[in-house]
């Protein structure tokens, strides 16, 4: 065997060629065609997300971020804005997190700056749209979380100081879910750093394959006139029908990215693209019934609210330089002739 054989894209570029060949003028050989090419342009992605993974949920466990938040009762809604970037907490893990140490007196603003911003952006999330998207809708996501992060703090603090917001918690508690939402369970047993990348690298395998399928489909099936006229700049309502599209395609952070980075190729906006980035996990029907069950209907609204607009906004903004570059993506290229 050749050293350029034990390259798995190698292998998967050759079953490229076999849907090529053997499935010609197909839409199975067209779908086959994208989704080998994709997984082969983005797999090693797809790994160093769950190894960056892996690391934070080592190194900042959901008992130490507990800690972190709760030290600093005076409040530091930036300070817990930056720690929801880097925290590894998807919105569903982060809620009991957030829960315990409201229920322990530290202040609403920073934990809710936390509480929102978690779920927008990690190192992970920074990895894949990296090396799917390109650096700028990297820092894009980071920027636009940042903010929302910040504007859930000090609106929170705004609003309570002048008493129309109040956090009433209820009883219940949603059961945490792993850090990545690679598993759930309310064991205390921390596994070994090589276990939480295989879990983590397990569960985005999962939720990337579906993703790169889904991509596949629609780079086939979707002609670009069509996304054009939808998402595309010539559409007025590219940026709320980005809203929209997340709301039954974003599933998981990683495997949104190659749909979003087919719709781009077939038309779609970069405002858009991030309007779906902010939109989507805000509108999972798990993280909108754990909220409403922990936190109650006023921080459900508010969470809403906050991401809906905050998600039109940006959206209309992106991107930040008026003008996109000319290659958006380092990773992908579709095929011209489908």
Not at 14 to 32: F, H, N, P, S
Not at 190 to 203: A, E, K, N, T
Request: aromatic share 12%.
């Amino acid at each position: 065997m050749r050293w350029f054989q034990l390259d798995p894209s190698y292998w998967l570029y050759y079953a490229a060629d076999w849907c090529r060949d053997e499935l010609a003028d197909t839409r199975t050989g067209a779908v086959g065609i994208q989704f080998f090419e994709l997984v082969a342009q983005l797999w090693y992605w797809m790994i160093l997300g769950a190894a960056l993974s892996a690391l934070a949920s080592h190194y900042l466990p959901r008992t130490r971020l507990g800690h972190l938040l709760s030290r600093h009762r005076a409040g530091s809604i930036v300070a817990a804005t930056l720690l929801g970037l880097v925290s590894p907490l998807c919105t569903f893990a982060a809620i009991p997190v957030v829960s315990r140490v409201l229920r322990s007196g530290a202040p609403a603003p920073p934990l809710l700056a936390f509480l929102f911003a978690s779920p927008l952006m990690n190192p992970a999330l920074f990895a894949y749209t990296y090396g799917a998207l390109g650096l700028e809708m990297a820092v894009a996501r980071t920027v636009t979380a940042f903010s929302i992060g910040l504007v859930a703090g000090f609106g929170t603090h705004l609003l309570q100081a002048r008493g129309t917001f109040a956090i009433d918690l209820l009883p219940a508690e949603p059961m945490p879910a792993v850090a990545g939402g690679s598993g759930g369970g309310t064991g205390h047993a921390v596994p070994g750093l090589g276990r939480r990348f295989l879990r983590d690298l397990g569960f985005i395998t999962r939720w990337f394959t579906l993703g790169v399928l889904i991509a596949a489909v629609s780079a086939t099936f979707l002609s670009p006139d069509l996304v054009g006229s939808v998402l595309g700049s010539g559409s007025r309502w590219a940026v709320p029908a980005g809203v929209l599209l997340g709301i039954p395609l974003y599933a998981c952070g990683g495997g949104a990215i190659p749909i979003v980075e087919t719709m781009i190729r077939l038309g779609m906006t970069p405002g858009a693209a991030l309007a779906f980035f902010i939109a989507g996990p805000a509108t999972k029907f798990h993280t909108i019934g754990a909220l409403g069950a922990v936190f109650g209907r006023r921080v459900l609204v508010w969470y809403l609210i906050v991401m809906s607009t905050g998600a039109l906004v940006w959206g209309y903004v992106y991107p930040f330089t008026g003008v996109l570059r000319g290659k958006f993506s380092p990773a992908f290229v579709l095929d011209a002739s489908f």
